[in-house]
């Protein structure tokens, strides 16, 4: 496709730098809760065409579409019917080149996400693999096995899926297929040289309507060792992420296998032989020196830092992680990221006012009722942390209506639940569905600006208050703050390091980008003295001059 020249007064990086990527603040679209532009109650494509002006306007880089695919909706996207095409619900393929090409125009980049694990079971080479049978070449391209027991009653491993239960379904002949996730989306075998091409023409494919860039959804799962006989793991923890650290590196039967990074390096030929290369960015929830092999130049070069995203409110753990993701980008030849919510998580608003050690499942299953949440100082906290991460050498990754200091949806009634975490679970987690809440644009209508109808997922009242009719151009508002971060820090941007300060009060975290500016954050409970300095932005007003609590200022030096 031809992209029109920029006309915008939003620079357009790849045009000075194909290394635009490394220090870039990338916006996360999730479709169908951003803009609905046909009043169906589900965004659409349309719809995110229709409100770029607002992510041009608050100052972001790019934007990263979460899964637009044809797909069931088993989870929630991320079960995609045709890698290559656009869900009827959300548009077409022409919406989808008119949304890039008007995202180019202002000078936006598109990041799209690609789900390799896995395909739907609505796919058309899983509808093969169980019209063909055993044995065929058409069940190899999943992982299908016999199953144990006297007559292969039991599935074949105990490795269990991410959202609960067995991670293996049995089919009418007998046969058991693996499902790390939901049973509606079977696991392709990596092992297989058709699958391994698809996925290369997949790329191109959206590399040659324009995407500057792929997120890859469990990028560290997709080689598994289908060595036989299997393994047993011996434990059901063991099938999570988090026991990596039992294993060996490389050494889990399908979490971080080493024989993944063959498969990005593939991938790195094909995104280099665009002008300019198209980046990618993985999702491995894995330890930080097993995740900088994903961030290196011959592979994907960026992957999510989720150590950053768990850390507590806290200035001794949040600077041992800096440094570490630094460290560990900087080995792999990266850029850190940096990133505090997304579509998978409770919003940072609402999660930073939870007293340390939380049982986020528990607290959403009591509508977020146990604890109560003081709302007002989780949003202090919220924006102070905003600045913090904004002031950090690397991308920051900013999910859709964080800039609004939305507030995770806890009180969802069971009832309209669409997160298949909530059945698979035995309704023991309720799932993730209170940060997908579609967005409020204006304080009034159905859905609060979302589309002429309702949504899909209800919106509570007092979303209102949060709309960006409410917040524009009001001094002080969350949304005012973004864009005066993101403006600045675009002028202020210079390098991919930082000098500590060690002589500073307990609790509080202060570094220099350059010999020009510097941040301090105040994570503690008591007002503390500033060092001098011009201030440039404040996440909160000060207290005659001194920061007080949970407060992140950028200083002039």
Not at 74 to 102: I, S
Not at 440 to 457: E, I, M, V
């Amino acid at each position: 496709m031809t992209v029109r020249p920029t006309t915008s007064s939003t620079p357009d990086l790849s045009s000075k730098d194909p290394n635009w990527w490394r220090q870039a603040v990338i916006y996360q679209v999730y479709p169908r809760s951003f803009a609905d532009a046909d009043g169906d109650g589900l965004g659409d494509l349309r719809g995110v065409t229709q409100r770029l002006t607002h992510l041009s306007a608050l100052g972001v880089d790019a934007l990263w579409l979460s899964p637009f695919y044809p797909s069931e909706l088993a989870d929630g996207g991320y079960d995609v019917d045709d890698y290559r095409d656009v869900d009827p619900r959300l548009g077409t393929l022409d919406d989808f080149d008119a949304m890039a090409a008007e995202a180019h125009r202002l000078g936006l980049k598109v990041i799209v996400d690609l789900v390799p694990n896995h395909s739907s079971h609505r796919h058309a080479w899983f509808r093969e693999a169980l019209d063909a049978g055993p044995g065929s070449a058409a069940r190899d391209r999943y992982v299908f096995r016999d199953g144990r027991g006297e007559h292969g009653e039991l599935p074949p491993t105990d490795w269990q899926s991410v959202f609960g239960g067995s991670a293996w379904k049995r089919v009418p002949d007998g046969q058991w297929y693996l499902h790390l996730f939901t049973p509606e989306q079977p696991d392709l075998n990596w092992d297989n040289e058709q699958v391994r091409a698809d996925f290369r023409t997949t790329l191109k494919f959206w590399c040659d309507r324009g995407v500057d860039g792929f997120r890859v959804d469990v990028a560290h799962a997709l080689v598994k060792d289908l060595t036989e006989p299997l393994r047993d793991l011996g434990a059901p923890e063991l099938s999570s992420e988090a026991a990596l650290a039992e294993f060996a590196p490389g050494a889990h039967p399908f979490y971080d296998r080493d024989e993944v990074h063959e498969v990005y390096r593939d991938w790195r030929k094909i995104l280099d032989a665009y002008t300019p290369p198209r980046m990618a960015v993985a999702e491995a929830w894995v330890p930080g020196a097993r995740r900088a092999l994903y961030a290196r130049p011959d592979e994907l070069g960026q992957a999510f830092n989720f150590e950053y995203l768990q850390g507590g409110w806290d200035a001794a753990e949040l600077r041992e992680i800096i440094t570490g993701s630094l460290a560990d980008a900087r080995a792999a030849g990266a850029s850190a990221t940096w990133v505090l919510s997304n579509h998978d998580v409770v919003r940072h608003a609402t999660r930073l006012a939870l007293p340390p050690g939380t049982d986020t499942d528990a607290w959403l299953l009591s509508g977020g009722h146990a604890p109560a949440v003081d709302r007002r100082a989780g949003l202090r906290r919220g924006r102070a942390a905003t600045l913090l991460m904004l002031a950090l050498p690397g991308s920051a990754y900013v999910y859709q209506g964080e800039e609004l200091g939305l507030p995770e949806v806890a009180d969802l009634p069971t009832e309209v639940l669409q997160d298949p975490i909530w059945e698979q679970t035995g309704h023991v987690r309720k799932g993730r569905d209170g940060c997908r809440v579609p967005l409020p644009w204006t304080t009034g209508g159905p859905s609060y600006g979302f589309g002429a109808g309702g949504a899909w997922l209800p919106q509570p009242p007092d979303f209102a208050s949060y709309a960006v009719q409410a917040q524009d151009g009001v001094e002080g508002s969350t949304l005012e703050l973004y864009r005066k971060a993101l403006r600045l820090r675009r002028k202020l941007l210079d390098g991919e390091s930082l000098t500590w300060a060690d002589d500073v009060p307990a609790g509080v975290l202060q570094f220099d980008r350059t010999d020009t500016w510097r941040c301090v954050a105040n994570l503690s409970g008591t007002t503390v003295d500033l060092p001098a300095g011009e201030v440039l932005l404040s996440s909160a007003p000060l207290d005659d001059g001194r920061l007080g609590p949970d407060t992140t200022v950028w200083l002039g030096r």
